[in-house]
């Protein structure tokens, strides 16, 4: 566990990553990662000095294995409160299976969307206490902005934190070498759309479900990365 703003701490779940986020009323957790890590979580809890019983929110930026695989074992633990865009739930609280994508453009693409994504996957179901809403503050830890960004998954969002001016902006984009695409896309077109509308906020941090976080002049890094899938995405729009 290493931290990213105040506040804020990345988890590393193998090649995905969950946030702590502190605030006065307690913990708050982005993202549960793949099966069988509930245990990084709970260390990194310890870390801070609390106990697993101090994390009260778990907030899911979409429905994929490696964002929801071991939040039921995280909630039966820890009794925290679940949120997750409507169009997910059902796939959360079935445990699977998950809808198809189409890999990302490119050979890496490909490959990696090959290795990792399995759409007949089955997990541990969880039940989603409260959907999150476009638009809304969600009234916790200081408050999130609940961004949807579709593309790579239908129930998507981001979340902005108001305290810290971070973004969390899930799988709208990686940071591995730099900001690039998810491993693969269920819409395209709708994916450029929610790169795009990241990349016309302001925020000062960004952490994504895979790579680094970025602590500083995140949203500059943004706009210069996806101002020029603007014209990519009139011309997707005008040839439908």
């Not at 006065?24 to 697993?52: H, N, Q």
């Amino acid at each position: 566990m290493k931290r990213v703003i105040k506040g804020v701490h990345i988890v590393p779940m193998g090649f995905a990553n969950a946030f702590l986020i502190e605030g006065d009323d307690g913990l708050t957790l982005i993202d549960a990662g793949f099966p069988g890590k509930e245990a990084v979580v709970f260390g990194a809890i310890r870390g801070l000095g609390r106990s697993p019983d101090h994390l009260k929110h778990l907030v899911f930026t979409h429905a994929h294995p490696d964002h929801i695989g071991s939040a039921a074992a995280i909630v039966r633990a820890t009794g925290a409160r679940t949120y997750m865009h409507p169009l997910d739930i059902p796939i959360a609280e079935c445990g699977g299976p998950f809808r198809p994508m189409t890999p990302a453009p490119g050979l890496l693409g490909r490959v990696l969307c090959n290795l990792f994504f399995h759409p007949d996957e089955r997990l541990d179901p969880v039940a989603i206490d409260q959907p999150l809403i476009s638009g809304e503050t969600l009234p916790i830890a200081g408050g999130f902005e609940v961004i949807h960004v579709p593309g790579h998954c239908a129930g998507q969002v981001a979340l902005l934190w108001c305290p810290g001016r971070m973004l969390f902006a899930a799988d709208v984009c990686t940071n591995v070498m730099g900001l690039g695409d998810p491993v693969g896309f269920e819409n395209l077109e709708e994916g450029r759309v929610s790169q795009c509308k990241l990349s016309s906020l302001s925020f000062v941090a960004a952490g994504f479900g895979h790579g680094k976080p970025i602590a500083r002049d995140a949203s500059t890094r943004f706009r210069n990365k996806y101002a020029k899938h603007l014209e990519d995405v009139r011309h997707l729009q005008s040839a439908a």
